[in-house]
C-alpha cells in the first residue's frame, strides 16, 4: 500500500488540517437526492449530460459488430439477441427501433479487450470490456436495455470474448447484480474519460497549435491574436499534468484502473484521432447523433433531441464559429490573401508536419487554402480550448466526487450465482458494491484531484470576455467580439430556459442537477463565480 500511495504524494494533494477527509464538498450529483444516482434514468442521463457526453453513438445494425481484427480477435459482434431487449422497446423490433433511430450503444468494448489479459494480471484489479444499449424512449429519455460484460477468451490462438448480458433488474438480489453490471460500465467510461475525452483530446492534442502559433505567427498577426487567449496556462498545466498526474507512478496510474498502461492506452487512440472530427457538428455525424441539415442553425439535425451536451454545444459552437468568420473577413478578403500570407502557412506546415508529424500523411487535413478552411480550422481550435475541455472537465467532483456514481477502478468479477460471493450480495449487497468497486486510498486521491481540476479560479477569463480591452485597435474587430460576447449571454438565457422546460427530462434528470457545463458565463465581470460551480466556459485549459 505504502509503495502504490507514497505519503508526500497523499501529503501534497490533500489538505491537511481540519476535518476535510471527514467532510468534502458534498458532489451535486447526491444534493438533491442521495440515491437518485442508482436509478437507470440518471444512469442513461449522465450518457447525454455528464462528464463523459461524448461517447454515445447510434446503433446503424443489430447486433452491433466489432471492428477488431478478427485474425487475432475472432468474432466479437455483440452476443446480445432481440428476445433479451424485446420487452424493453415498446412494442418495436429491434430493427424497428434501429430503422427509426431509437436504439442507441455506448461501446466500450474494443478499445478494452486488447488490454484485458494484462489489465487483469494486476494486483486488486478485474475489467470488463462492456457495451451498453439503449433505447429511445417516448418521452424523450434514455432507457438502457441490456449490458453485456466480456472478458477475454484464448482459444485456437485467438483472444476471442467470453461475454455475459445482463437485463434490468429492480427487485432482489438480480437488482444488485444489475447495479454492478452499470458500475462495470463506469469504471470503462470513467478512464476512457480521464486519458481520451479529457487529456488526449484536449490537453494533448491544443499543444501542437500553440506551440506552432508562438513560433511562426508575430504578436500582432490576426490569428496570433484571435488564437492567443485560448492559450492561457495550457502549457503550464500540462507541463504540471506530465509532472503529477500522467507520468509513470503519477496520479492518474494510482487511480485509474488502466494502471501503468495509461498512457499507452491512450497513445494508441491518437493514432486514429481526426482534427476535423475535433469539431462538435463533425463529430456528431460521425456517431450518427446528428445528420447534415442545410437548413438548420447548426447546419446539422440532431436525431436525439433532448440531447443537452450537444443542444448547448452547437449554440456555442455556432457563435465561436460566426465570430472567427467575422473577425477573419476583415483581414482576409479573398482566398489568394491567405495563400500569399507567409506567416500563417508556415504555422500551418508546422502543425501538421512537426506538432502532429505523427499523422501528418493523413487525407484528412485541410490544405489550407481558403479562407472556410481557416474559418474552420480556428473555431475547431477555440472549441477544443474552451468549450469542449468545459465539457469534460468542470463537472469532473460533481459527478464522479460521489466515487459509487461513476468509480474509477473495478476489483473483482461480477458474483456467479451458487457461490460464497453471491450468497453475500443476497446478504449484503452494499458490501459487495464497495469492495468490488475503487479501493478507498485510491478514492480519497482521486475525489482529492477532481476537486482541485473542478474548480473555477477568482480570475477565470470566460469565453467572449478577453483580459485587456486593448487587445486590439481595429474597431471592426472589437465590434465583431461585442456582437460574439452579446450571442454568447444569449445563450445563458437559452440555457436556464432549457433547463427549466419540464418537457426536457435529460436537463435536470433525476438527480435534479441541471446541466450547466456549457452556460458561458461570459455576463459575470465580477469574480465572485469560483470554486465547484459546474457552470461557465473558460477562454483556455487552465487551472
Not at 9 to 34: A, S
Not at 341 to 361: F, I, N, S, T, Y
Not at 423 to 445: C, G, S, Y
Request: proline share 6%; glycine share 6%; net charge negative.
Amino acid at each position: 500500500m505504502r509503495k502504490r500511495f507514497p505519503l508526500q504524494l497523499v501529503k501534497d494533494l490533500i489538505p491537511m488540517g481540519g476535518d476535510y477527509l471527514l467532510k468534502p464538498p458534498k458532489p451535486q450529483v447526491i444534493k438533491q437526492d442521495e440515491k437518485a444516482w442508482m436509478t437507470d434514468a440518471e444512469f442513461a442521463r449522465e450518457i447525454l449530460a455528464g462528464v463523459n457526453p461524448m461517447m454515445i453513438t447510434r446503433v446503424t445494425e443489430f447486433p452491433p459488430k466489432s471492428t477488431l481484427d478478427p485474425s487475432q480477435y475472432g468474432d466479437q459482434t455483440s452476443t446480445i439477441t432481440e428476445a433479451q431487449i424485446g420487452s424493453s422497446l415498446e412494442g418495436l423490433t429491434a430493427q424497428q427501433a434501429v430503422s427509426s433511430n431509437r436504439l442507441y450503444i455506448l461501446d466500450h468494448h474494443d478499445h478494452m479487450m486488447p488490454y484485458l489479459v494484462r489489465l487483469n494480471n494486476l494486483d486488486d484489479t478485474f475489467l470488463y470490456a462492456t457495451r451498453t444499449l439503449l433505447f429511445l424512449k417516448g418521452d424523450g429519455t434514455l432507457a438502457p436495455v441490456a449490458i453485456e460484460l466480456s472478458t477475454p477468451l484464448l482459444q485456437g490462438g485467438l483472444t476471442t470474448a467470453k461475454s455475459t448480458v445482463y437485463t434490468p433488474a429492480s427487485t432482489g438480489v438480480e437488482a444488485w447484480i444489475w447495479q454492478l453490471a452499470k458500475a462495470y460500465v463506469c469504471v470503462n467510461d470513467y478512464g476512457y474519460h480521464q486519458l481520451v475525452s479529457h487529456w488526449l483530446n484536449t490537453h494533448a492534442v491544443m499543444e501542437p497549435f500553440i506551440i506552432a502559433t508562438n513560433r511562426q505567427l508575430s504578436v500582432t498577426h490576426p490569428v496570433h491574436k484571435l488564437l492567443h487567449p485560448h492559450y492561457r496556462d495550457t502549457m503550464n498545466i500540462n507541463s504540471r499534468a506530465r509532472e503529477l498526474l500522467v507520468s509513470a507512478g503519477g496520479i492518474i496510474e494510482l487511480t485509474v484502473f488502466q494502471r501503468k498502461y495509461a498512457m499507452e492506452m491512450s497513445s494508441v487512440t491518437y493514432k486514429d484521432w481526426n482534427f476535423n472530427e475535433q469539431a462538435l457538428p463533425d463529430d456528431l455525424i460521425k456517431r450518427g447523433m446528428a445528420v447534415p441539415d442545410p437548413s438548420s442553425p447548426h447546419k446539422v439535425r440532431l436525431l436525439l433531441e433532448d440531447y443537452p451536451y450537444a443542444v448547448d454545444g452547437l449554440a456555442i459552437w455556432t457563435a465561436i464559429e460566426q465570430w472567427v468568420t467575422e473577425y477573419l473577413a476583415i483581414y482576409y478578403t479573398s482566398d489568394s490573401v491567405l495563400q500569399s500570407d507567409v506567416e500563417l502557412q508556415a504555422w500551418w506546415k508546422e502543425v501538421r508536419e512537426v506538432g502532429h508529424g505523427d499523422l501528418k500523411d493523413a487525407a484528412w487535413w485541410p490544405k489550407m487554402k481558403t479562407v472556410a478552411e481557416l474559418v474552420k480550422a480556428c473555431a475547431t481550435i477555440i472549441w477544443t480550448g474552451s468549450a469542449l475541455h468545459a465539457a469534460v472537465n468542470f463537472g469532473q467532483y460533481p459527478y464522479a466526487g460521489y466515487h459509487p456514481n461513476k468509480p474509477s477502478a473495478s476489483r473483482r468479477p461480477m458474483p456467479e450465482p451458487d457461490t460464497e460471493e453471491y450468497a453475500l450480495l443476497a446478504r449484503d449487497p452494499e458490501k459487495v458494491f464497495i469492495r468490488t468497486i475503487t479501493n478507498q486510498m485510491q478514492a480519497i486521491i482521486g475525489i482529492s484531484l477532481l476537486e482541485i481540476l473542478s474548480k473555477h479560479s477568482s480570475d477565470e477569463i470566460y469565453l467572449g470576455q478577453r483580459d485587456t480591452p486593448e487587445w486590439t485597435s481595429d474597431a471592426k474587430a472589437l465590434e465583431a467580439f461585442k456582437r460574439f460576447g452579446t450571442r454568447l449571454e444569449g445563450i445563458e438565457s437559452q440555457v436556464v430556459a432549457l433547463n427549466g422546460n419540464p418537457q426536457l427530462k435529460n436537463r435536470n434528470g433525476p438527480a435534479q442537477f441541471p446541466y450547466m457545463l456549457l452556460y458561458p458565463n461570459t455576463s459575470d465581470h465580477t469574480g465572485k463565480a469560483e470554486g465547484l460551480t459546474a457552470r461557465g466556459i473558460p477562454n483556455s485549459i487552465s487551472i
